[in-house]
């Protein structure tokens, strides 16, 4: 009701930690009629085997769910991993982890990425072959990922949205209407449009939030 069209939950991070809302919020979503999937953050300190089965136990495959999303981000506060990434192996880790969650989901993955992370390790080269989920709230996506092609874009982190308590991401899809209806029969259909004016959640782009 409050223009919603599609969810990503996050579901879990690492290998040990499973969001403690996230199959209420898995089944509210398909009640509510919303398009979903569900979200992994890698948790740099963790086998990536070890990280895949996790998720794999706690999100369930079903055909009419979004693609699942691979979530890297550069974690260097964190108390608990004190890993450097350093990209030629991060990148065979993330590679390894897509190819498995694509062969027990059947749905080839979105790479959810941060600018820093972007920046020092991905670059504009890796992963032409997979859809990219942006994170910039305050700059258009072309300005922090040049040369980029990207399919979610999420433009705000402190969105309100009627029914849930708190702040949410809002995100947006880049494409018509038609182009949505693809995506989310399929979960793979690449995007038709051009490489324009992002959309901000209005018009052609549809709503969302995470």
Same mark, same amino acid.
Not at 189 to 204: F, I, K, L, M, V
């Given at each position: 009701?409050?223009?919603?069209?599609?969810v990503y939950i996050k579901a879990t991070e690492g290998g040990d930690h499973v969001d403690e809302k996230f199959l209420a919020n898995w089944q509210?979503?398909?009640?509510?009629?919303?398009?979903?999937? &569900?979200? *992994?953050?890698? !948790?740099?300190? /963790?086998? $990536?085997?070890?990280?895949m089965e996790w998720f794999k136990r706690n999100v369930p495959v079903d055909p009419n769910a979004l693609p699942p999303v691979l979530d890297v981000e550069a974690t260097p506060t964190s108390?608990?991993?004190?890993?450097?990434?350093?990209?030629?192996?991060?990148?065979?880790?993330?590679?390894?982890?897509l190819e498995e969650m694509e062969r027990h989901y059947g749905?080839?993955?979105?790479?959810?990425?941060?600018?820093?992370?972007?920046e020092h390790i991905m670059h504009p080269d890796e992963f032409k072959d997979y859809k990219?989920?942006?994170?910039?709230?305050?700059? &258009?996506? *072309?300005?922090? !990922?040049?040369? /980029?092609? $990207?399919?979610?874009?999420?433009?705000?982190?402190?969105?309100?949205?009627?029914g849930i308590v708190g702040n949410v991401d809002r995100n947006a899809f880049r494409g018509s209407a038609n182009d949505w209806a693809a995506?989310?029969?399929?979960?793979?259909?690449?995007?038709?449009?051009?490489?324009?004016?992002?959309?901000?959640?209005?018009?052609?782009?549809?709503?969302?939030?995470?």
């Open positions: 009701a409050a223009g919603t069209r599609f509210g979503a398909r009640a509510a009629g919303v398009a979903r999937g &569900a979200y *992994h953050f890698v !948790y740099w300190c /963790r086998p $990536w085997r070890e990280e108390k608990t991993c004190k890993r450097t990434l350093y990209r030629e192996q991060a990148l065979v880790e993330m590679r390894a982890m749905k080839r993955p979105i790479i959810y990425v941060t600018v820093d992370f972007y990219v989920w942006v994170r910039s709230t305050k700059y &258009a996506p *072309h300005v922090k !990922y040049p040369g /980029r092609k $990207w399919t979610f874009w999420q433009y705000q982190s402190d969105a309100r949205i009627p995506f989310v029969d399929n979960g793979i259909q690449q995007a038709s449009r051009g490489d324009g004016g992002a959309d901000s959640g209005e018009g052609d782009g549809d709503g969302g939030e995470e």
